[in-house]
């Protein structure tokens, strides 16, 4: 039987991979559903789709990239292969694919290119459901057709920042299922890109769970290592083209994956960091009825600040229009979050401040969250309480605070109360959960001159990277 506190340093000790943390920082990324099912005005193709359709008119992944930049968006992913087998890349294993269409272009090259040239990091969407390639369902001969893909992708269009698989797996055109070789798929994505994450049914980065943009209050990244599980991820996918998969949301029984309670129940952890998965639109392929229904910046704007303000990643779909473009529609509402997020977090308040820690480790003084470095404020192990104080030299119109967890030392914080000076008192603010990579805090525009944040709970001690306080001057 361990005790409490060998339970605590065996949590504590789980931290982010290399390439976990360089995804995280990423924060905000985009999703492009491309292909035969942007001509034929689908979700989901049959395999057998009249590939000589895919014509588009206006193709330019410069336009796609331009607009990204505008909503301070990364990264992205493009469906090199979606379930219906036809390929967006000049691939030898197949005629079901772009270069045997009229257009006859590379779109993920073309789209590596771009990236390139915008600053853009670039990611793989590559379906093992294939519902038109005939070997699958064979076993190993399909897997040698998947992985040969999977190498063509990986060693002609630069280096990657993930490679994204869901858990979808139907029948192909002989009516049999495949067992997917999950483990040689991950041993060749290693070789081939270190440096890449394996997302969603893989082992680096967990879908949180829905399709609609919802949440969890709580969300950790310190997990049972039995919620890595390629069934489980499988059952959880969506199998067939389903509106209300698209709309549902995270149940109860989900909300908590990996308390003290969750986690005393096993002993056996992972790193394991969510990604919100959305699309802009209620489709995730480009559908012209669609063009009145993208969702309002209101919408997306809270979905920002609950994901990336909630220890995840947002993956954000936005499908070109069949002729190759992103339409008017999501490029200005792009351009509105973009607006968003640099109105609210380019203007820091920092002027004139003295900030102060109840207690702190020599190396670790609570002055290092207000400077551009690499060093952190912790108070000492197992310390009964931990707070920071912030004052400013006259009052402030507060707008949000930006708490960030050092994760390079796992992630610790369960409770924190935000309290701000009003009429000569302290009021509270804002009660929150974790915290991790980062937390975003709405402030309502309140006027103060003094912070005060207080850590309730945490496991060992916090250890925090930075803080930030945005709003205007007085």
Known sequence: MRSEKEFIEQITAVVPTKNQ??????????????????????EWGT?????????????????????????????????????????????????????????????????????QKYGIKLGIYLSPWDKHEETYGQGKAYDDYFCNQLTE??????????????????????????IYDWNRYYNLIRKLQPNAVISVSGPDVRWCGNEAGDCRASEWSVVPAKLFSQKAIAEASQQEDNDAFRDRKINEMDQDLGSRAVLEQTDNYIWYPAEVDTSIRPGWFYHESEDDKVRSIEELRDIYLKSVGGNSVLLLNIPPHKDGYLTEFDVMRLQELGDFIRDSFDNSVYKDFSISANQEEEGYEAINLLENNERSWKPKDYAPEAEIVITF??????????????????????????????????????????????????LENIMSDKIKIVFDAYRKCPIINHIGIYGQEA
């Open 21 to 42: 943390l360089e995804w995280q920082r990423l924060e905000f990324t985009a999703f492009f559903h491309y292909g035969i099912n942007s001509f034929t005005d689908r």
């Open 47 to 115: 395999g057998t789709d009249d590939i000589s359709l895919f014509q588009p008119r206006r193709l330019n992944t410069d336009q796609w990239c331009e607009s990204l930049k505008r909503a301070e968006i990364k990264a992205c992913i493009i469906t090199a292969k979606h379930h219906d087998g036809f390929c967006l890349w000049n691939t030898t294993y197949t005629k079901h694919s772009v270069m045997h269409t009229p257009f006859q272009r590379d779109i993920v090259k073309e789209l590596s290119i771009s990236c």
């Open 153 to 178: 992708l990986m060693t002609n269009y630069g280096e990657l920042y993930t490679v994204w698989f869901d858990g979808a797996c139907g029948e192909g055109p002989n009516g049999k299922k495949q």
């Open 393 to 442: 030299n006259k009052a402030k119109c507060l707008s949000y605070l930006v708490i960030m967890e050092q994760i390079t030392y796992s992630q610790r914080i369960e409770e924190f109360s935000l309290y701000l000076w009003v009429e000569d008192a302290w009021k509270l603010e804002y009660r929150g959960t974790t915290i991790g990579y980062k937390k975003i805090c709405p």
